[in-house]
């Protein structure tokens, strides 16, 4: 049971925007720390989408945004594209798992 | 540009070892913590491991905590996880990733391990 929680699957037609939301708590998140982004597409090693709650690596398209409040984050995906379609997942830090990475379950997105 | 590369993984019975290798190429080896994320079959990323820079300090997810054991050899530019006592549910593609500040910049291929009778 992942201490992030995402939705399982999100869908959108090409050139649709879609969000992601990643849901945490007074000890992660909510405890002020910053939300990362990774995209893993099938049979590719994952990659750094976003870090730092807003910000791209060089390389990444402006399509891919990120967003805090609170307790949770989102990431957001316009123009979809069928090249998008993969598992996209969120991580911070969590001080009640000593010290610990977390990720969030994971979200498969489909290109319809 | 940096590479990581994974190796060890394979077909082990569960309650014995494996040791898993990253080679790292393209940046200052000695000048970053590292970490290991597993991915179960059928399910999500987690984290397992991280090491600082100097090897001075190393974290452990509870599940692992006792029987993994998180290295690196500067000299080689080689980040290690041995790892113990295999159970089935450790079974899984394992990555070693280049730490940043609380996130995993560059990540790997991966290396797969099946713990089965």
């Known amino acids: 049971q992942s201490v992030l929680t995402q939705p399982p699957s999100v869908s959108g037609a090409p050139g649709q925007r879609v969000t992601i939301s990643c849901t945490g708590s007074?000890?992660?998140?909510?405890?002020?720390?910053?939300v990362h982004w990774y995209q893993h597409l099938p049979g590719t090693a994952p990659k750094l989408l976003i870090f730092?709650?807003?910000n791209r690596p060089s390389g990444v398209p402006d399509r891919f945004s990120g967003s805090k409040s609170g307790t949770s984050a989102s990431l957001a995906i316009t123009g979809l594209q069928a090249e998008d379609e993969g598992d996209y997942y969120c991580?911070?830090?969590?001080?009640?798992?000593?010290?610990?990475?977390?990720f969030g379950s994971g979200t498969k997105v489909t290109v319809l | 540009q940096v590479q990581l590369v994974e190796s060890g993984g394979g077909v082990v019975q569960p309650g014995r070892s494996l040791r898993l290798s990253c080679a790292a190429s393209?940046?200052?080896?000695?000048?970053?913590?590292m970490h290991w994320v597993r991915q179960a079959p059928g399910k999500g990323l987690e984290w397992v491991a991280y090491?600082?820079?100097?090897?001075?300090?190393?974290y452990y997810t509870d599940s692992v905590k006792g029987r993994f054991t998180i290295s690196r050899d500067n000299s080689k530019n080689t980040l290690y996880l041995q790892m113990n006592s295999l159970r089935a549910e450790d079974a899984g593609v394992y990555y070693c990733?280049?730490?940043?500040?609380?996130?995993?910049?560059?990540w790997g291929q991966g290396t797969l391990v099946t713990v089965s009778s």
């Open positions: 990733a280049r730490a940043m500040t609380y996130y995993l910049d560059y």
């Open positions: 393209g940046f200052t080896f000695s000048a970053y913590g």
């Open positions: 090491v600082w820079f100097d090897e001075s300090q190393k």
């Open positions: 007074s000890s992660n998140i909510g405890a002020g720390y910053d």
């Open positions: 730092g709650n807003t």
């Open positions: 991580q911070s830090f969590d001080t009640s798992l000593g010290g610990s990475r977390v």
